[in-house]
Every structure is written in C-alpha cells, then in structure tokens.
C-alpha cells in the first residue's frame, strides 16, 4: 500500500464531508472568479483609485493564489479514475494555463491577447462551474447552465466585436 494513502484520508477528513482538495478548487475558482468580477468593475475602480498599476497588480495576485490552489487541487485529485466530471476539470485547468499565457501576452503588449484572455477566461470558470456541478459539490445544474449560458452569450458578442473590429480595420495585419 502507498504511504500516501492514509496521509491523504487524514488530511481529507473534515465535518462538513469537504476534502482538502474539494476546499483547494472551491478557493481557486472564487479567487479566479474574483479576478473576472475586478475586470468587470475595473473601470469604476479605477475611478475610485486612479492607479491602474494597481488594479493590474491586485489581479495579477489574485489570480497567481487562484492558480497556486488550483495546481493544489489538480495536485490532490490526480490519482482519481477518469471520468467526465474529472475531465472537464482538466480541460478547465488547461484553460486556466491558456488564459495565464495570453494574459502574460497582453502585458508583453501582444496585440489583442486582451480579447483572447477575457473570453477564454470566462470559458475557462463555465467549465470550473460544471466541473463543480457534475463532480456533485453542491453547486446546481441549473446554477451551471445559467453560467454556461451566460458565458457563451458573452462570447459571442464580444467575438462579433471582434470581428468587426477586424472588418473595419481592413482585415487582418501581420
């Protein structure tokens, strides 16, 4: 038997029946959702604060200790058999690395990794959402379907957005 077995029940245990792990992805996709909230708002703060080196740095920490637990929750489940609700938290968290390298691209001053790191960002905490939902950690399938429909919903118009952006200015330069 693997030593780590026992360790990982001790540390699993808890009153309310939530692993370890289950509290490290509940923390990341709040600290992750958090970091899309402060986007959505950043205008009324920077209103407030007038320092947007600020607001860049408090969701650039915010979303480095969403992904710190993420890693840990990944970290913690790795050894569970596949199954659909696990597989969508893989591809959550390979999202989640996606949107990491384009938000790094923005601040490299790619050109318009910004588009690519919001939507994918919400892409990435819908698939958080159902992952929640179907791996059965009281979050409810209507809940998931209302973030998933959302989600899509803004997907899609900041995609023609994009697109017409792209039209107005003639295509597409390289």
Request: charged letters at 15%; aromatic letters at 10%; hydrophobic letters at 55%.
């Amino acid at each position: 038997m693997d030593w780590r077995v026992p360790l990982v029940r001790k540390l699993s245990a808890s009153s309310s029946g939530l692993m370890l792990g289950d509290v490290f992805g509940l923390l990341a996709l709040a600290l992750i959702s958090a970091t899309a909230v402060l986007m959505l708002l950043r205008r009324r703060i920077l209103k407030r604060f007038k320092n947007l080196d600020l607001i860049r740095r408090v969701h650039i920490g915010v979303a480095g200790l969403g992904g710190l637990f993420l890693i840990l929750h990944v970290a913690f489940f790795i050894t569970y058999p596949l199954n659909i609700a696990i597989l969508l938290g893989y591809l959550s968290a390979t999202l989640a690395l996606v949107v990491w390298l384009t938000g790094t691209a923005f601040l490299e001053r790619f050109r318009d990794s910004l588009y690519f790191h919001g939507t994918l960002s919400l892409s990435a905490i819908s698939l958080m959402v159902i992952h929640s939902a179907s791996a059965g950690l009281n979050v409810p399938f209507a809940f998931a379907e209302v973030v998933l429909g959302g989600a899509t919903s803004v997907a899609v118009y900041k995609t023609t957005q994009y697109i017409g952006k792209i039209r107005d200015a003639g295509g597409i330069k390289r």
